[in-house]
Structure formats: C-alpha cells, structure tokens
Nanobody, 123 residues
Framework: QVQLVESGGGSVQAGGSLRLSCATS?????MGWFHQAPWRQRGGVAA????????YYDASVKGRFTISHDNAKNTMYLQMNSLKPEDTGMYYC???????????????????WGRGTQVTVSA
C-alpha cells in the first residue's frame, strides 16, 4: 500500500484560505480528499485522476476548492478558498485502485489513507 502524509491544516477565519498537501510514497493515479466533521461520517470532497487530470468535486465545495498534483514531488494538493465554518473537521487524503465518476466519493473505494490534518474555520 502507498503511504500518505497530510499537512497544511490550521485555524482560519471564515472567508480565509488554506492549502492542504498530501505526500505519497509512490505514484498513485487515483486519489481523493475526504472531510470528516465532528460527529459526521467521512465524505468525499474532491478526487483526481492524475494521468488525465480529470477532477471530481462535491457540490458543497465546487468553485471554492481546487484539487491538483505535482508529479515531480509525488504530492497532491487541495487549495481551499472562501472557507466556511461548516468546512471545519479532519481532512484525509486517500488512494484508490480505480475511480469512477459516480463512485469517487465513497470511502470504501479507497484502500490507502493518511492520518488526516485538522482544519478549523471560525465565524
């Protein structure tokens, strides 16, 4: 399994920005970011197919968040702008064997996970 390490979380005020990073131990084509708010289930935020640069976003973050990758650094990013208090929670990066447009947001489709990084957005 690929090893994943997230970084870049922190505390910001509403309207602010953060950039999360996910360093991977090797190239992985299918990757995603997940958000878990307190007392809520983990849900898909964004995913990317690195070979084609195809991206998928949850409706709640579309237009505010951007997923990207740097192949030279084996690192995936999540640029988060216009942050809202409801974006608060743990953010996890994950790797999958394969992704499909209608199933990318399902956690069970991913087989490697990082430990997460905390994002706190205050009103």
């Amino acid at each position: 399994q690929v090893q994943l390490v997230e970084s870049g979380g922190g505390s910001v005020q509403a309207g602010g920005s953060l950039r999360l990073s996910c360093a991977t131990s090797r190239y992985t084509n299918f990757m995603g970011w997940f958000h878990q708010a307190p007392w809520r289930q983990r849900g898909g935020v964004a995913a990317i197919v690195r070979s084609t640069n195809s991206t998928y976003y949850d409706a709640s973050v579309k237009g505010r968040f951007t997923i990207s990758h740097d192949n030279a650094k084996n690192t995936m990013y999540l640029q988060m702008n216009s942050l809202k208090p409801e974006d608060t929670g743990m953010y996890y990066c994950a790797a999958a064997g394969r992704l499909f447009p209608d199933t990318w947001s399902i956690p069970n489709n991913y087989n490697s996970w990082g430990r997460g990084t905390q994002v706190t957005v205050s009103a």
